[in-house]
C-alpha cells in the first residue's frame, strides 16, 4: 500500500506499509523477524495496540443458565443425524 508523508520541506515521499508480527519482552525490547523486502537498516515503526478492554478478563464469572433458551419442541420422530444421511453416499 503506497503511503505519502509529508516532510517539514512540505515535500510528498512515497513510503510502502509493511505488516508484520514483533514480541514485546518485558524489558520492552522489540523483536521479530522483517519480511524479505525490507531492507536491513533502520527503520521507523509504528506499533498498533489493540483497544484495552478486548485483554481484560470479565469481572464475574459468566453462568451457562443465564444464557436465552430458545425451545423448538420435540425433535421430528425418526430424525437422523448420521453423516451419510445427511450429506448423502458421497459423504460431502
Request: aromatic share 4%; proline share 10%; net charge negative.
Amino acid at each position: 500500500m503506497a503511503v505519502y508523508k509529508t516532510t517539514a520541506s512540505g515535500r510528498l515521499h512515497r513510503m510502502n506499509e509493511i505488516r508484520t508480527r514483533v514480541m514485546v519482552g518485558p524489558d520492552h525490547r522489540i523483536s521479530g523477524t522483517a519480511p524479505a523486502e525490507v531492507p536491513a537498516g533502520e527503520h521507523e515503526v509504528t506499533i498498533t495496540l489493540p483497544d484495552r478492554s478486548s485483554h481484560e478478563r470479565p469481572t464475574r464469572q459468566i453462568d451457562p443458565t443465564d444464557l436465552p433458551r430458545h425451545d423448538l419442541g420435540p425433535w421430528p420422530q425418526g430424525l437422523s443425524l448420521r453423516r451419510e444421511d445427511i450429506y448423502g453416499d458421497d459423504g460431502r
